[in-house]
């Protein structure tokens, strides 16, 4: 999929983004915020396909991917952790 028209088709796409980036894209979509716990994860590289439909499950299968750990403190709060 092309990455500057999968919006069209609801999806962002990531090529070796840093986490931080990802973090602020998903952030935009779910309500509340996301928040990276320590300074050296959102250096971590990683790519792959946001459905814009379940941004929380995508939220989930990155932090998968990527062996992290996801805290959510209620609805408007998830913490991401080694």
Not at 19 to 40: C, F, H, K, T
């Amino acid at each position: 999929m092309d990455t500057a028209t999968a919006w069209r088709q609801g999806r962002i796409v990531f090529d070796n983004a840093p986490l931080s980036l990802v973090v602020e894209q998903i952030d935009r979509y779910i309500p509340g915020r996301i928040v990276i716990a320590q300074s050296d994860l959102a250096d971590r590289r990683i790519s792959g396909s946001l459905d814009l439909a379940h941004p929380d499950t995508a939220l989930d299968a990155f932090a998968n991917a990527i062996s992290i750990r996801i805290t959510r403190l209620g609805p408007y709060l998830a913490i991401l952790r080694r």
